[in-house]
């Protein structure tokens, strides 16, 4: 244990995680790395040796990329909030115990002063939304107070109206305490009411406010509005979010022995996984990279199943004569998302009772073929000739004319950032249009097939 203790569960007897300098199957910290930043990296350091994970079992168990996680260890990045509470809650929950307020404190601040030495514009930022999200669940408990206020006060204005109707009748020949009691009840509820609609207006005005602030911490030093950074932010926000849903998904699954129940959470965790390639698209809209990288190649057959477990219609895709090929690691979610898009688009525009089938192949110079075929009516010659262009020519902003097509916009995107080429053309035999995505030498790896050498789409052998 470090000179320095976080306890986790309580100061005598919860956990404690000291700092951690040698991690095994981490390098040591680089020397140039300032105090606070050190200070930092030494405390997640002995938090994930409290986890006694490895590294990839640590990010597949929380839906994270190996590579962000093992740049955070290093030192390398300063990791968003959502990931020290990640951190923390898996180091208490393997040593039986939980998150105290202490542990976070204590990290919350070396986070605070590492942020403030290495990354202001950040801390300021992260500071206002942090004001947001806390004035946003304060409007939202404002909003439920408001309606059930209502409802009481609507209740027990019907039984007074009833009483009185009562007494006006002749039923009761009298008033009665009961009725009195109601009338009291109904004044203070009007007042109640009063109040937290005030309160309720003054919490949607904070979070104007808010919004404000988080917008301006988003603009760039020569105070020219970024939308792209903001929605970048609120995409890393939602994903944080859906990365913990996930997690929690998993863990109900797995304690989870009712087939029934069982697959309603395998429906929650579908429609889970389809939120988070929509933040994943908000991200590639705004000019990121989407997700996390991997630090290995990845077979492309898994590439092209968690690709389609995305689409909402994923049990019309049907995979046939995938290679055994890796993808490399840093392009293996961008290509999970452009082949989403386009089978999504392949089961959104064919018969429902049709398949999408996805094959692939390696051409004779190396590159990586991927062709997905659908069974729509397709699109006219000229059609077909602007969407490829808008492939080729992504905009360099998305309006609303651009917003009709987004899936088109999001795959063009891709490619431009990844090195990726798609073009559409008719299938030769029959309706249907196919897809046909090629990947540079760089992004493949395995043996070519010599049967297919590269010329079928009429793109030349060479190297792309």
Known sequence: MGKHAFHGGGRSSGPS????????????????????????????????????LTLREFAVLHHLGPPSVARWLNGERIPDKQFLDV?????CERN??????????????????????????????????????AAVVDRERAELRVRDLER???????EL?????RLHDGREAEPDVRRERLRATVEELEEALAAAVRERDEARLRCTRREAELAAAEEPDDGVPHPAGFFATMARRQLDLLHRQLTLITELENNEADPDQLEKLFRVDHLATRLRRTGETLQVLAGERP???????????????????????????????????????????GLMRLLAELMENGTRFS?????????AVRLSDGRLLVEIHDQGVGLTAEGLAAVNHGLAHPPSAVDTTAARGVGHVVVARLCALYGFHVELRHHDTGPGTTAAVLLPQSLGAGHPDPGRPGSDWGWSTSPA
Do not use: C, K
Not at 87 to 91: D, H, P, V, Y
Not at 152 to 158: A, D, I, N, W
Not at 302 to 326: K, M, N, T, W
């Open 17 to 52: 995680f000291g700092d951690v300098e040698h991690l095994d199957g981490f390098p040591p910290l680089p020397p140039e790395l300032s105090p606070h930043a050190r200070d930092l990296a030494l405390a997640l350091r002995g938090l994930f040796a409290a986890t006694r």
């Open 87 to 91: 951190l923390m809650r898996s180091a």
């Open 96 to 133: 039986g115990g939980g998150v105290s307020a202490e542990l976070q404190a204590r990290l919350y601040r070396r986070h605070r002063d590492a942020l403030l030495t290495e990354r202001p514009a950040r801390y300021a930022e992260q500071l206002a939304g942090d004001r947001l999200e």
């Open 152 to 158: 009481s006060l609507s209740r027990h204005r019907q």
């Open 161 to 165: 109206d009833e009483a009185t109707a």
């Open 291 to 333: 997700g996390q990288g991997f630090a290995e190649p990845v077979p492309l057959v898994d590439v092209v199943r968690a690709a389609s477990s995305e689409v909402e219609q994923y049990e019309r895709i049907e995979l046939s004569d995938i290679p055994q090929v890796g993808v490399a690691g840093d392009a293996v979610t």
């Open 351 to 359: 018969p429902p009772g049709t398949r999408v089938r996805v094959g």
